[in-house]
C-alpha cells in the first residue's frame, strides 16, 4: 500500500481552516488526489488521516446492493452545517414548495421561513439536501426509545439487498484498521443485538445522492471508532472527491472503494459534474452514540408502552389513543419552548429543547 505523510508546513492553519466551515470546496483545495491505488495518508502528528481502498469489494455485493440504498435517501433539511452556508436571501425549498425566508432569524447555515399569513414560522430549516438514515437509532426526546428507522422497518426486502454490502464493509473495516475496528467491536459489545446491523460494528448507515457536502466534521458517531465510507455510482461523471481542505488531499471514492477516514477533522466534497442521470449514492457506515444504553426489542418496546405523561398514568392503550396523547404532550412542549426561546434547535428533525419533532 502507497503510504503518503503530510507535511506540516503544507497544511492549512486551524484558523484558515476554520473559515471554510458551511462553504462548498473545489480543485483549488487539494494538491494530491487518491483515485487509483490504496493508499494510506498520515497527518503530520503521525496518525492516519484516511485509508483509501480501491475495489476492495467485490462487484456482485455492489451490484446487488444498489437498487435497494438508492432508494435509501430522502429530502431532508436537517444536515445542518453539510448542507451549506444559506445564500443572502434565501428561498427555502420543501418537496415542490418554496418559500420565502424570514429576514433576521436563525443562522448562517438555518433560517425560518415566512408563513403564508405573513408571520414567521417557529420552525428552522437547513438547506434541502438528499440523504437518509437506515439502520438503528438511539432513544431521544421525541422518541424515548431505540427503534429501527423507517426504511429498514418498512423496506425489508431492500434492507435484506443492503445486508451483504454493509457486512462486506464492515470486513474491510476489520482487516484494514484493526485498531479502531477493536474500539468500535469493544462497545457494540455492550449493545444489544437487537439494535446492531447484523454481525457487523454499525448501528446507523447514512445513505446520500449526489451531494456534495459543505465543509464540516461528523457527529453523532462513536469517537474511538473510526469513518467508513462507500460509494455506489452509476452513470457518467466526475468530481465529488471527498476533500480534506486542511490537509489539501482527496480521493475519488467509486463503487467497490472503501475509505476510512478521520470524520472529526473537517472535510466536504468537490461538486459532482457530469450527465444527466448519472447517480452517486454514497454512503456513511457508523456506531452510533449511545446505542449502547439501549435494552433488548422487547424491553424497548416496553418503554414505548409505559411511558409517562409528564409525571401521569402510563400510557397504554390503542394507538389512536396513543397518538392523541403524545400529540397532546407535544402541543403543551412546544409551547413552553417557544414562550422561553422563540423557536426551535432543530437536530436531525427534533427540537433538542423541547422534543418536538419538526419534520
Ligand atoms: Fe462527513
Keep these: 500500500m502507497k503510504e503518503i505523510y503530510l507535511k506540516q508546513e503544507d497544511c492549512l492553519s486551524d ?12 480543485k483549488s483545495h487539494y494538491n494530491i488526489l487518491c483515485d487509483s491505488e490504496d493508499t494510506k495518508v498520515y497527518k503530520p502528528d503521525g496518525s492516519v488521516l484516511f485509508v483509501y481502498l480501491k475495489r ?10 444498489f437498487p435497494s440504498l438508492r432508494e435509501a435517501w430522502a429530502q431532508s433539511q436537517n444536515r445542518g452545517i453539510a448542507a451549506g452556508i444559506l445564500p443572502e436571501n434565501p428561498e427555502l425549498r420543501h418537496g415542490n414548495r418554496v418559500k420565502k425566508a424570514a429576514p433576521g432569524f ?16 417557529n420552525t428552522n430549516y ?26 429498514t422497518m ?16 464492515d470486513r474491510v473495516f476489520a482487516k484494514y484498521a484493526p485498531e479502531r475496528y477493536k474500539a468500535q467491536r469493544a462497545i457494540v459489545e455492550k449493545t444489544s443485538p437487537d439494535f446492531v446491523i447484523g454481525d457487523t460494528v454499525f448501528t446507523t448507515v447514512t445513505v ?19 469513518g467508513v465510507l462507500s460509494a455506489l455510482c452509476a452513470g457518467k461523471f466526475i468530481g465529488g472527491y471527498y476533500t480534506y481542505p486542511k490537509f489539501k488531499v482527496a480521493a475519488d471514492l467509486r463503487t467497490r472503494d472503501v475509505i476510512l477516514a478521520d470524520v472529526h477533522e473537517w472535510h466536504g466534497n468537490t461538486p459532482l459534474i457530469g450527465n444527466p442521470g448519472y447517480e452517486r449514492i454514497s454512503n ?13 426489542g422487547e424491553e424497548e418496546l416496553e418503554r414505548v408502552k409505559n411511558r409517562k405523561i409528564r409525571g401521569g398514568e402510563p400510557v397504554n392503550g390503542p394507538i389512536e389513543k396513543l397518538k392523541e396523547e403524545r400529540n397532546g404532550i407535544q402541543k403543551d412542549l412546544e409551547k413552553q419552548c417557544l414562550t422561553k426561546y422563540g423557536f426551535h434547535e432543530n437536530k436531525d428533525g427534533v427540537c433538542t429543547r423541547c422534543g418536538v419533532c419538526l419534520e
Excluded at 471554510?20 to 473545489?26: A, E, I, S, V, Y
Excluded at 464540516?216 to 469517537?223: C, P, R, T, V
Design 106 to 121: 436563525g443562522t448562517a447555515t438555518r433560517a425560518r421561513p415566512l408563513k403564508l399569513d405573513g408571520t414567521v414560522s
Design 15 to 26: 484558523e484558515d481552516t476554520e473559515k471554510l466551515k458551511g462553504t462548498f470546496l473545489d
Design 154 to 169: 418498512k423496506e425489508v426486502e431492500k434492507w435484506k439487498a443492503a445486508l451483504p454490502f454493509i457486512a462486506a464493509v
Design 56 to 65: 476492495v469489494l467485490h462487484k456482485d455485493v455492489c451490484k446487488v446492493a
Design 126 to 151: 437547513a438547506q434541502q439536501v438528499d440523504s437518509g438514515i437506515i439502520g438503528f437509532m438511539d432513544r431521544n426526546a421525541r422518541f424515548p426509545y431505540c427503534r429501527q428507522t423507517a426504511f
Design 208 to 226: 446520500n445522492f449526489n451531494w456534495q457536502t459543505a465543509v464540516h466534521k461528523d457527529a453523532g458517531d462513536y469517537k474511538e471508532g473510526f
Design 284 to 296: 456513511v457506515f457508523y456506531y452510533r452514540n449511545n446505542m449502547y444504553h439501549c435494552g433488548r
